[in-house]
């Protein structure tokens, strides 16, 4: 006669974890409860995610709503019927072609410029030697720490002041200075101090044997620093060139400041004019959101890791 | 051999002399920005916040009186810094929280975990001015989705932005969801960077996941919550896309900020003079919370 143990493990010996061994049981119970853990996590990542993505979802499907949908009662979840009216308004009937096209002229340019003379200064505060070299460069690191309203209104006399442009004599007068043009929306980006801690930060990962050999052979510094320490910092650059470029696109107060001319507008000052003081254009005022918001939103989507680098790089070694 | 020497440390001499000459030039264009563009502006700033200057005429030597006027006279800027205060103090504590719980929550390898920390971040790369405008929406009274929502449960209407009691802890809703993402990276850095072994350790010590969070995870992000809650001051205290594109400072002043008092009494009134010293007193305050806050927390740490 069988042991009633045996039929219940089967044929294997008592004490081997078998498919119905008391450990074998408390293995699929662990394995059962991390699984149940491991749903909770994702259920509760869900929830959260809605939460985070549901405004963008709302503004994504306003903005292809046909007015009736978007303010009946019941409300109207998901748009029954496609319509682009509201894009198309929101460029016939506004100037954002212009706005879209001064935006990207002063975010381009401020971001070469920053590439280029951020790095350079990165190079030498990480490769060459000067006296006054850690001095100068706290100095400037310590800019960071100001808060913008502090020069903002002397910037803003510095660009309507500015000798010799938009009408000014020699001493400032008369004119408008740098009021309303590319040069006076780009001046407080040409260079970002976070740019020139960011590649300092990573020149100084590179070993100087490169420069050693370099100097052997010849080369200036100049050389060293365009043919070999830039290509070398592709990573960085990149890093650099999206936080320019998002930083520049998505500013709000200075163009405020320094623009009072329609044409002259960027397209976070754009924004307004689909709202005046009792009425709110809701379906374009969406639509413009959407497309203002797009550039940016590709950029960070297909450069995540650029953008975590830089966040960590100031983040945690300032 | 004496000769050669000095022949030696003649070009060792000139090539320390080149790279010198070459690391001003480099750091020039740069450090010549940075004075016109950061410093100068700091120190013309500071003059005029001694002055009443309106732009058409010359500015005019007034002495402390505007900080006096602004200090002891001026209703509007101690509601704007009691407006202020308050905001940073609701809106840190909240921050803090809920970026560390989403740090814990996506510190894990599970499948798909890059999705939900590519979500969780994405308010962040979006503009102040775009939010602004999609939580405009959000808040409206009538057709708005979070009274649509609430309507469902039977709750409000809520008038979100138009009533003074709740306008700006509406504004505190907003800037939070938007905030918490780019902290979540900065926790999960720190929290990447907690040796394994210690949690190994604890674990032998037979610790609970309260008790490792308690006496290991806590303290060693303690250098980061310290840089989240000083980066988190400078920016809440700066507070001014949101209410100029949502509030206005109102209802009834109750969420002009102090940085959008600076924006009005400047380019709305054209008093550059007490606007100046505006700035001042908000940098003031800036960098004083942030001393306390470094002091305290190395006496904590150390």
Sequence with gaps: ?318 | MSASHSVSSYWKNRARRHTMLMGYLFVAPMALYVLIVHFIPIASSLYLSFTDYNILTAPKWVGVANYVKLLFRDDLFRRAMRNTAQYALEVLPLNIAISLALALLVNRATRGIVIFRTLFYLPVVTSIIAVSMIWLWLYEPRSGLINLILGKLGVGPVNWLGSPALALHSLVLMRVWRGVGWNMVIYLAGLQGIPQYLYEAAEIDGASGLGKFRYITWPMLKPVTYYIIVMGLISTFQTFGEVYAMTGGGPLDSTTTVAFLVYQRAFQYFEMGEASAVAFLLFGVILVLSLVNIRYFQTRLD
């Design chain 1, 1 to 318: 006669m069988r042991d009633v143990r045996q039929e219940i493990c089967g044929s294997r010996r008592w004490n081997t974890p078998g498919p119905h061994s008391r450990a074998s049981l408390e293995r699929r119970r662990a394995r059962l409860r991390r699984a149940l853990a491991g749903a909770a996590v994702y259920v509760v990542l869900a929830a959260i995610a809605i939460v985070m993505a549901g405004p963008f979802a709302w503004m994504l499907m306003s903005s292809f709503k046909p007015n009736q949908e978007l303010f009946a009662y019941p409300p109207v979840w998901i748009p029954t019927k496609i319509t682009f009216e509201h894009f198309v308004n929101a460029f016939r009937y506004t100037n954002f072609a212009r706005y879209f096209l001064n935006s990207a002229v002063v975010s381009v340019t401020a971001t070469l410029l920053n590439l280029f003379f951020c790095s350079l200064a990165g190079y030498s505060f990480a490769r060459l030697d000067f006296p006054g070299k850690s001095l100068i460069f706290f100095a400037v690191l310590a800019t960071m720490m100001i808060p913008v309203y502090v020069t903002l209104i002397p910037l803003f006399i510095l660009v309507r002041r500015f000798p010799l442009a938009g009408g000014n004599n020699l001493s400032g007068q008369n004119g408008t200075g740098l009021i309303n043009t590319y040069w006076g929306l780009i001046l407080p980006y040409i260079v970002s101090v976070f740019g020139v801690f960011l590649t300092r930060q990573f020149f100084t990962s590179i070993p100087t044997e490169i420069n050693d050999a370099a100097r052997v052979d010849g080369a200036s510094e100049f050389t060293i620093y365009s043919k070999i320490y830039l290509p070398l910092s592709r990573p960085v650059l990149a890093t650099l060139a999206i936080f320019s470029f998002t930083g520049v696109w998505d500013d709000f107060l200075w163009p405020l400041v320094i623009t009072n001319s329609e044409h002259m507008r960027t397209v976070q000052l754009g924004l307004q004019i689909f709202r005046s003081q009792f009425l709110v254009d809701w379906g374009p005022l969406m639509a413009a959101t959407l497309v203002v918001t797009l550039p940016v939103l590709l950029i960070f989507i297909f450069n995540q890791r650029h953008f975590v680098k830089g966040v960590v790089t100031t983040g945690l070694k300032g």
